[in-house]
C-alpha cells in the first residue's frame, strides 16, 4: 500500500475510535515513515479492532485494486483463520456484560454492608450544594495548619483543542506538604463514585489555583522572568478526562509556568556536576523515546534545582522530576501524562 492508502486507513479508524487525533495523522506517518504496517498493526492493537472491523477499514482501498483477502496481510494471524476464528466481538460484548453485572452487585454489596442505615446524601458533582462526596474529598486535600499554604503547580502552555488560537496554561504537576502529584482530573459524562470523587478533588484543588484574573509567573532556567494574567478557566483533556486549566491572553516563551510567587526569585549555584541517568524507552516499533531537559527548578525551597524533563511517548507525552537529595539522584514524579 501506499501512504495515500495508509493515511486513509488510520484517518478512519480515528474517526471511529478518537476523532481527536485525526488531524495528526499525516504527522505520525512521516514520524514513522517506512513502517506504516507496523504503525497500523500498533493502532489496531491499542483500539482493540475486532477481525471484521480490520478487515471492513482495510477493504477502503477495494476500489483500487486492494482486496479484502490482501488486506488479511494485515492481520496477526494466517488468513486460513478468518473464518473459523469465533466472533471475537460477540465474545468481548458477553464478558463485558458479565464484568458489569459482577460489578453492580459488588458496589451494592460494599454500600449496604458498610454504610449505616438510613444514610441517604445525595451525590451531585454539577450542583451547588457540598455533596457526601465533596465534603469526603475536603477532608482529605484541607491543608495542616502547619502548612496553610496553596499547593504549588507546575503549568505547560498547550494551545486549545478546538480552538487552537487559544492559548492554555495546563497543571502537569501539584506539589504539596514534600509531596508530588498528579493534578485530579474529571471524568467526563461518569456519575460512577470515584470518578465524582476525583472530580470534586479537582475542583477544590485546581480551581482556585486557575481562577480568572490571577497571576501564574513565568519561569527561564530557574528564574522569574515575568508573569501573565489568567482570563478564564478550562477543562483541557484529549479524552474522557479532562483537568481544569486557565487560558491565558498571550504565550509566554519560557515553557513553564507557576503559581507560586516565591519560586524563582534568585539564581542558584550549579555545585552538583552529575546529572539524573534516564532509563531508555521504546515504543510499541522500537523506536527510542526522547526525553529533554526543559528547565531546573527548586520546587522544594532547599536551595538545589530539580530537573524537569519532557519525555515523548506513543501518542502523547508526559514530565519526568529529579531531586538532588543526599548526594544522589532520585526520580520524584513521573507523569502529567497528556495524549490518547
Known amino acids: 500500500m501506499t501512504s495515500k492508502d495508509y493515511h486513509k486507513i488510520i484517518t478512519a479508524i480515528y474517526r471511529q475510535y478518537n476523532p481527536a487525533k485525526v488531524s495528526e495523522v499525516s504527522n505520525l506517518l512521516d514520524k514513522y515513515k517506512g513502517q506504516e504496517k507496523e504503525l497500523l498493526e500498533s493502532i489496531f492493537q491499542k483500539y482493540s479492532v475486532s ?162 484574573n490571577q497571576k501564574l509567573y513565568q519561569l527561564k532556567n530557574g528564574i522569574q522572568v515575568g508573569s501573565v494574567i489568567i482570563k478564564k478557566t478550562t477543562l483541557y483533556g484529549f479524552s474522557d478526562w479532562q483537568t481544569y486549566s486557565a487560558v491565558i491572553d498571550i504565550k509566554p516563551k519560557p515553557p513553564i509556568l507557576t503559581n507560586n510567587p516565591d519560586i524563582g526569585l534568585s539564581q542558584l549555584s550549579e555545585n552538583i556536576k552529575s546529572a539524573p541517568a534516564l532509563s531508555k524507552r521504546k515504543d510499541d516499533m522500537g523506536n527510542e523515546m526522547e526525553d529533554t531537559l526543559i528547565d531546573k527548578i527548586d520546587i522544594d525551597g532547599d536551595g538545589i534545582a530539580e530537573w524537569i524533563y519532557f519525555s515523548e511517548d506513543y501518542e502523547g507525552s508526559f514530565y519526568q522530576i529529579f531531586s538532588y537529595k543526599r548526594g544522589k539522584w532520585k526520580q520524584v514524579f513521573g507523569g502529567g501524562y497528556q495524549g490518547v
Open 51 to 212: 477481525i471484521n472491523d480490520r478487515l471492513g477499514f482495510l477493504a477502503l482501498n477495494e476500489t483500487k485494486g486492494y482486496s479484502s483477502i490482501k488486506a488479511v496481510e494485515h492481520l496477526d494471524y494466517p488468513p486460513s483463520e478468518v473464518n473459523s476464528r469465533p466472533n471475537n466481538k460477540l465474545l468481548w460484548s458477553i464478558l463485558v456484560g458479565i464484568i458489569f453485572v459482577l460489578g453492580v452487585i459488588a458496589v451494592w454489596w460494599h454500600q449496604h454492608d458498610n454504610e449505616p442505615e438510613n444514610r441517604n446524601v445525595p451525590v451531585n458533582a454539577s450542583s451547588g450544594k457540598v455533596t457526601e462526596v465533596e465534603t469526603e474529598v475536603s477532608a482529605i486535600t484541607k491543608p495542616t495548619k502547619a502548612t496553610n499554604q496553596m499547593p504549588t503547580a507546575l503549568f505547560s502552555i498547550e494551545s486549545g483543542i478546538e480552538d487552537e488560537r487559544q492559548i492554555v496554561a495546563v497543571p502537569f504537576v501539584i506539589y504539596s506538604n514534600g509531596k508530588y502529584e498528579n493534578p485530579p482530573v474529571c471524568e467526563i459524562e461518569s456519575n460512577e463514585r470515584v470518578a465524582l470523587q476525583e472530580c470534586a478533588k479537582a475542583k477544590q484543588i485546581l480551581l482556585p489555583l486557575v481562577a480568572a
